[in-house]
């Protein structure tokens, strides 16, 4: 389903600009509350800021948008809208399309419900042990992280794909024995079966609402809620809101795969360039000394203590950096992980530099330990 066209209101003060000395705050909440309350999404308008304009140069709204059912979301998940041109209307035309644009691979993101599955335990403890990766403890680390990730993205589509499909599967066959038992009385293996299969669909439902909720990254809901459904509009929401199909590059409108990508691209490239510029020196200035006894303290190799302590103190879903390890699983593996975690700090202390390519994870808990170097 989807609603779409002028609808003459705004859901913000942001959508509307006008140098009236009137606010301009009427149907706000009843507008909010009619989307809320139908369970529609509202995509997030590209191309514009705003889709209606006075003509004066002064008054200007984003009165006109589609909103969609969530089923039209999970069908679509990368549909948007988009305002083109709007020539002699005061109106901007939308145009909804779906992205087809390949952006590259999605980042492997570790899951809390494949805890639930058998054997997955004892498939990361033994994925880890037979890693043999040589050289300095940070690269060890990250390299048998990045295995490790490899394997779990295999196992996943082994045992976690298709969460819906597999579900609605059980349904059929628990609906065809429910009908069979209201004809007829469900033989012993009927009735053995039927308990099997409502088992696995209390596990597999469990799941599927752990890895929604997982996703949309909705903090202030607590593990369990099943309202799937909430979670899954939530996703498409902010599925939407990250894409970046354009942006403005010196004052020009940048589209299209390709063009995006060179432009992140050139723009990171020379901001990181180094830049030559004449330097202060600290030649002929007395600086206040520690002694031998403070100096010491502050170098101290980190202990096993406070690098535990600064693990737990983090949040297990959190994942600081782009490599996908979240706390969570440094937590649940922490007995297999503390050696080459360990190691990476003591060669940090005495090295007292990073190299290239160590992982974010880790990193972040510099700042939390006591004696940074």
Known sequence: MRVCGDFNVVRCVEERRSFSSVPQH??????????????????????????????????????????????????????????????????????????????????????????????????????????QVSGWGGYVLKEKLKLMKLALKDWHQRHSQNLPARILTLKDKIASLDLKGESTALSDGEIQELHGLLENLFSLSRINSSICCQQSRVQWFKEGDANSKYFHRVMSSRRSRNAIPCFLVNGALVEGEENVRNAVFNHFRTHFQPVQSIRPSMEGINFRTLSFTDGACLVKPFTLEEVKAAVWDCDSFKCPGPDGITFGFVKDFWDILQVDVMRFFMEFHRNGKLAKGINSTFIALIPKVDNPV
């Not at 514009?48 to 006075?54: E, G, K, L, M, V």
Request: aromatic share 14%; hydrophobic share 40%.
């Open 26 to 131: 009427a149907g706000i909440d009843g507008f909010n509350t009619f989307i809320d309350s139908n369970l529609l999404v509202d995509l997030p308008l590209r191309g514009r800021t705003f889709t209606w304009f006075r003509g004066d140069g002064r008054s200007m709204s984003h009165i006109d948008r589609i909103l969609l059912s969530e089923n039209w979301c999970l069908t679509w998940p990368t549909c948007f809208q988009l305002a083109v041109s709007r020539g002699l209307s005061d109106h901007c035309p939308l145009v909804l399309a779906i992205d087809t644009q390949n952006w590259g691979p999605k980042p492997v993101r570790m899951l809390k419900c494949w805890a639930n599955f058998p054997g997955y335990d004892a498939f990361v403890r033994e994925i880890w042990r037979s890693s």
